[in-house]
C-alpha cells in the first residue's frame, strides 16, 4: 500500500508539472501574439426587433496561432485572467475597437466585453476617457458588457467605477443575465443601461417549453418596469425571433441575423435586416 501512494504521488506531481507547463507555454504565447498582433476583432450585429435595423455589433476577440487556426476566447481568456495578461490584452481590445469604430461610416454602437479583473486592476475610467480621447470615438458610441461576477466580488468598489464610466458618457450593459447567482441583486446595485438576456434561454426555447417561456417573459416585464432595453443573446431561429418579437423584447443577436466576422465581413452584411 506503501508503494502504490508513492506512486500515487508521483503522477500527481507529473500532472502538476504539467498543467503548470501548459500555462506557462500558453501565457508565453499570449505575449508573443500581443506583441506580433495576432489578435484579431471580430463583430456581430446587434439589431432592434422593431425596426429590423442594426443598431451595434458587439466585440469579440480572436486569437490566431501560428498555424493561422482560430484559438476560440474560452480556451485563452481564462489563462489571461489569471496572468494579468488580460490587462494589456483587454486595453488593446478596447483601443483598436475604439479606432475601427472612428472610422465607420455609420455611427453604430460598439459593445466591448471586460473583464472583472480590468474593473479592480486598473485606472479604467482614466483609461477609457484617454482612449476615446486618442481615437475620437464619440463617447456614446462606446458599451461596455459586465457580467454579475464583476459586480459581486466587490460591490461597492465596481459600482463606483462603473458611475464614473458613465460619467464619461459611455453605457453599461449587464452581460449573460440569468446565469448567476444574483442577477436580481446586481440590476438592484446599479442603472445599467441594457441588459443581455443570456443564450441559455434560447437554446431552452426551441423545446417549446413553458418555463423557458414563462422566465424569458418575466425578463422582459423587469426590464420594462425599470426601463432597461432587453437584448437576447444567441438568436438562431425565425421561430425564437417570433417570440421575443410577440413578448415585445427590444434587440436581438445570433446567427440568425449574423455570426462574428472581420470588420469588413461584418460592416457588408451589416444592414443584415431582420423581416418586420
Ligand atoms: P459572450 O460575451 O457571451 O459573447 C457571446 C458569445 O456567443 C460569442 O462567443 C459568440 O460567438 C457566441 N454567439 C453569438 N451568437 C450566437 C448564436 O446564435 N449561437 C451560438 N451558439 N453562439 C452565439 P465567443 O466569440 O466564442 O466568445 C466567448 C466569450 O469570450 C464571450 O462570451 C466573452 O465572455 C469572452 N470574450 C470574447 N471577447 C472578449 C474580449 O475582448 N474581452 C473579454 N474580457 N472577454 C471576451
Ligand atoms: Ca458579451
Ligand atoms: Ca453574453
Ligand atoms: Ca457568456
Request: hydrophobic share 40%; charged share 25%.
Amino acid at each position: 500500500a506503501k508503494g502504490s501512494l508513492t506512486v500515487d504521488i508521483c503522477f500527481y506531481e507529473a500532472d502538476m508539472d504539467q498543467a503548470v507547463r501548459a500555462r506557462r507555454r500558453v501565457t508565453q504565447a499570449l505575449r508573443e501574439a500581443l506583441d506580433n498582433e495576432r489578435f484579431e476583432l471580430h463583430y456581430q450585429v446587434q439589431a432592434s426587433v422593431q425596426t429590423g435595423k442594426a443598431t451595434g455589433y458587439e466585440v469579440l476577440l480572436r486569437w490566431k496561432d501560428e498555424d493561422g487556426r482560430y484559438v476560440p476566447p474560452s480556451d485563452f481568456i481564462p489563462v489571461a485572467e489569471e496572468t494579468g495578461l488580460i490587462l494589456p490584452i483587454g486595453e488593446w481590445v478596447l483601443r483598436q475597437a475604439c479606432k475601427q469604430a472612428a472610422a465607420w461610416a455609420e455611427s453604430h454602437k460598439i459593445a466591448v466585453n471586460l473583464s472583472p479583473i480590468q474593473l479592480s486592476h486598473v485606472d479604467l475610467p482614466g483609461l477609457v476617457q484617454q482612449i476615446l480621447k486618442e481615437t475620437g470615438l464619440d463617447a456614446s458610441r462606446l458599451e461596455l458588457e459586465i457580467t454579475e461576477t464583476a459586480m459581486i466580488s466587490d460591490m461597492e468598489r465596481t459600482t463606483h467605477v462603473l458611475r464614473q464610466l458613465k460619467a464619461l458618457g459611455v453605457t453599461i450593459a449587464m452581460d449573460d443575465f440569468g446565469t448567476g447567482y444574483s442577477s436580481l441583486s446586481t440590476l438592484r446595485a446599479f442603472p445599467f443601461d441594457k441588459i443581455k438576456l443570456d443564450r441559455s434561454f434560447m437554446t431552452e426555447l426551441d423545446g417549446d417549453e413553458p418555463q423557458s417561456q414563462a422566465i424569458i417573459r418575466a425578463v422582459l416585464t423587469i426590464g420594462e418596469s425599470l426601463s432597461i432595453p432587453v437584448l437576447a443573446e444567441g438568436v438562431e431561429t425565425a421561430e425564437q425571433l417570433a417570440f421575443l418579437r410577440a413578448q415585445g423584447c427590444n434587440e436581438v443577436q445570433g446567427y440568425l441575423l449574423g455570426r462574428p466576422q472581420p470588420e469588413a465581413d461584418a460592416l457588408t452584411n451589416g444592414a443584415a435586416q431582420i423581416a418586420t
